[in-house]
């Protein structure tokens, strides 16, 4: 995953997705690709089932969902240098704890949006991929189960949630906690304050500005509750659906909106559609 712009995000069908209530309950470089829940609440694996966190080489690095019983959703930039060294990529689910108490899968399968492109520094779009682990690895697990994907549009101020093992501040010298899953509330911001956001983002931070395309829905909530380091990869929760997957941020600070990729951008979702064939 890139270090400097990082945050805070097969063909099998297969069905059983679950729907989370509306409780979910069941580094000035450059903007951040997430880490960390910034000022969030601790809470319970048993209540956010998809959550995985991301190992290599037994490593934290970042998040990802459940979205079939066979199938991780993350965000590309978590991935994309390791893309031939999959194999070294482990899964971790079931467990509040990243780093013991549940279970881990090897990734067997890893392909990234073939329209992103990490070179593009004012560009992290089309920020998905998609981990197969073997048939049915999450089916039968304790406390591991798919999160349903968002259907339809949702307009500013949705109130939604992202949960993650990510750092609690935006400080070089902080390692990400590993040890407890974290909860923030976000509300959805309109498209274009968010563009208009980023775009005004370079009087701060010239490294940081970025450009906010239709493949990304945007959230934030203040209270200096946010995304940050370590929390890539993770859910956008709206309406017990995954809204988007968590990919940067300014600051970690919850001045600035949080970007995610968008799971209802026609794009990502036959994406999505075509490598996990829901």
Avoid at 6 to 30: D, I, K, P, R, Y
Avoid at 41 to 60: C, Q
Avoid at 94 to 108: D, K, L, W, Y
Avoid at 233 to 255: E, K, M, N, Q
């Amino acid at each position: 995953m890139k270090q400097v712009i990082s945050l805070v995000l097969f063909g099998l069908f297969c069905g059983n997705a679950v729907v989370t209530n509306a409780n979910g309950q069941n580094t000035t470089e450059g903007p951040s690709h997430s880490g960390r829940i910034v000022n969030g609440i601790p809470v319970n694996i048993s209540n956010y089932k998809y959550a995985l966190s991301m190992r290599f080489d037994g490593e934290f690095i970042c998040g990802a969902s459940i979205i079939t019983y066979s199938h991780a959703l993350t965000a590309a930039h978590c991935v994309y240098n390791y893309q031939f060294m999959s194999s070294r990529l482990t899964l971790y689910g079931g467990s509040t704890s990243a780093s013991s108490g549940g279970v881990e899968f090897p990734v067997v399968r890893l392909v990234y949006h073939p329209s992103y492109n990490s070179y593009k520094s004012n560009l992290s779009d089309y920020d998905v991929a998609i981990l197969t682990v073997p048939a049915n690895s999450f089916s039968g697990k304790p406390n591991m189960a798919p999160l349903a994907l968002q259907t339809k549009e949702l307009p500013a101020d949705t109130r939604c949630f992202v949960v993650g093992w990510g750092k609690r501040a935006d400080g070089e010298n902080e390692q990400p906690s590993v040890n407890q899953l974290l909860y923030a509330n976000m509300n959805i911001v309109s498209q274009s304050d968010c563009a208009t956001m980023w775009a005004n983002s370079e009087h701060r931070c010239p490294a940081c500005k970025q450009s906010i395309t239709s493949n990304m829905v945007c959230a934030q909530y203040g209270n200096s509750m946010d995304t940050c380091r370590g929390d890539s990869g993770g859910a956008l929760v709206c309406g017990g659906r995954l809204t988007g997957v968590v990919s940067f941020a300014l600051y970690c600070s919850g001045i600035w909106p949080s970007v995610f990729a968008k799971v209802t951008a026609p794009t990502i979702r036959n994406f999505i559609r075509y490598f996990a064939g829901i």
